[in-house]
């Protein structure tokens, strides 16, 4: 008799955890996922994420400074996933504000 209520205390949790785990839209709630693609023709990285259920969130973002592991980048942050045209605008325009920091206006390196 001991035994078989020891296998229902392990089996009850345990059939809980195997459903949790099996069940997509619970997973969905507690996971975050996140894939980047670097974009070849733009020297842009494009990045889709979510954090736990929330929604999509695209970002295009380009690195412009780098020292020991500390990075400096300009990104920005989409609601709904961007076009090719819109991946190129963004680009361009965050390589502006790049070399706008980086550079004066008679093109010297900005101190």
């Keep these: 008799m001991l035994i078989i209520a020891l296998l229902v205390l392990i089996a009850i949790p345990a059939y809980f955890v195997y459903s949790v785990l099996n069940d997509p839209a619970t997973l969905d709630r507690f996971l975050s996922s996140y894939t980047e693609v670097t974009d070849d023709e733009t020297d842009c990285t494009v990045r889709k994420a979510r954090a736990r259920g929330g929604p999509w969130l695209w970002s295009i973002s380009a690195g412009f400074a780098f020292q020991r592991s500390d990075r400096w980048s300009v990104a920005v942050v989409l609601p ?14 965050i390589s502006l504000i790049i070399n706008k920091m980086l550079f004066n206006a008679d093109g010297h390196p900005a101190p």
């Design 80 to 93: 709904a996933e961007p076009s090719e045209d819109d991946i190129r605008s963004y680009c361009e325009a």
